[in-house]
């Protein structure tokens, strides 16, 4: 029978949560300022490319806010819902500290020589696969159990014993 529970989390991964949502936050930023960048580039290079066709008022101010306003509400909704979905999660997991442990069960065992790593399939719903030592490799065989930690909202992988 496959056990789930929640313990805390230790300084080194509540650390590792921290690093990882502000490196996120600033490159959720750094993406919104490219997208509003191209909501107003956009209309003005069409506007460009109508004056070219030689389009009678070419360069009009409705068309150009008109369409600036569209894409900008199409970035700022995209990066919101974006945010929700990724960030919030990570955010839920340092506000409330905790991690889930799972047990699961060594399913197949695969050596890729090209680079000489180890890993473990396993029957979880959270990760398919992990990365695990030589020494882990020789002493687990396909059936046994292994607990995986992992964030409860974010669901980002912490590690395995």
Same mark, same amino acid.
């Given at each position: 029978?496959?056990?789930?529970? $929640?313990? @805390?989390?230790?300084?080194?991964?509540?650390?590792?949560?921290?690093?990882?949502?502000?490196?996120? !936050?600033? #490159? %959720?930023v750094k993406v919104y300022t490219i997208f509003m960048v191209v909501s107003f580039v956009v209309p003005y290079i069409a506007a460009w490319y109508r004056a070219y066709d030689g389009a009678p008022n070419a360069f009009s101010y409705p068309k150009f806010f008109v369409s600036a306003g569209v894409l900008l509400s199409i970035s700022s909704f995209a990066t919101y819902f @974006? %945010? !929700? %979905? $990724?960030? !919030?999660? #990570?955010?839920?997991?340092?506000k409330h500290g905790t991690k889930t442990v799972?047990? $699961?069960?060594?399913? !197949?065992?695969?050596?890729?020589?090209? $680079?000489?790593?180890y890993y473990f399939y396993i029957d979880s719903h959270i990760k398919? @696969?992990?990365?695990?030592?030589?020494?882990?490799?020789a002493f687990f065989n396909e059936g046994d159990e292994i607990s995986i930690e992992y964030t409860t909202n974010s669901k980002e992988f912490l590690g395995y014993f």
């Open positions: 029978m496959l056990q789930h529970y $929640n313990e @805390s989390l230790n300084a080194n991964e509540l650390g590792f949560l921290i690093k990882k949502e502000a490196k996120e !936050r600033k #490159l %959720y @974006s %945010y !929700r %979905y $990724n960030l !919030r999660h #990570l955010q839920h997991d340092i799972a047990t $699961n069960h060594v399913t !197949r065992k695969v050596h890729v020589p090209h $680079n000489d790593t398919l @696969s992990i990365e695990v030592t030589a020494e882990d490799y």
